[in-house]
């Protein structure tokens, strides 16, 4: 039988440094997960992706026992580490903090295609360039 799902939570943490502290601990605490249990998990899954933000969707049974999904890195992020910097601009409109070309974005749209809800690479270039100009970066 089927073992049934108590909740599923939606949570981001950096790959292959999931540790107990705020913001993950608290939450999977407050849900009754094994915080350890799930780091260790976590980190030895997200080794290879160091560093890089990753969503991740984790589904508690009744049991206590859970398991998790790993996504894509959020689009933002993505484009920041093209650009190797640390924030989007606060002034999209006015001001830019870089530049990315059509080949950068090709190769950020292919990398969330999995994420995204199209199978077109077309439409998932076309939000890479609304992501990246909303955060004042110029695609050219």
């Not at 030895?44 to 790993?70: A, C, H, N, W």
């Not at 077109?120 to 609304?130: D, F, N, P, T």
């Amino acid at each position: 039988m089927a073992k049934k799902v108590l909740k599923v939570i939606k949570a981001q943490a950096k790959g292959g440094q999931a540790n107990p502290a705020p913001p993950l601990g608290p939450v999977l605490g407050q849900a009754g997960i094994n915080i350890q249990d799930f780091c260790t998990k976590f980190n030895d899954k997200t080794k290879d992706r160091m560093g890089q933000l990753i969503p991740v969707e984790i589904t508690l049974y009744e049991d206590r026992s859970f398991t998790f999904i790993l996504k894509q890195p959020p689009m933002s992020f993505l484009i920041l580490q093209k650009l190797g910097k640390e924030k989007g601009s606060g002034t999209p409109n006015k001001e830019k903090i870089g530049k990315i070309n059509m080949k950068q974005v090709e190769e950020i749209a292919k990398q969330k295609m999995p994420d995204l809800n199209t199978d077109k690479l077309e439409s998932a270039i076309q939000m890479v360039i609304g992501t990246a100009k909303n955060m004042g970066v110029t695609v050219e």
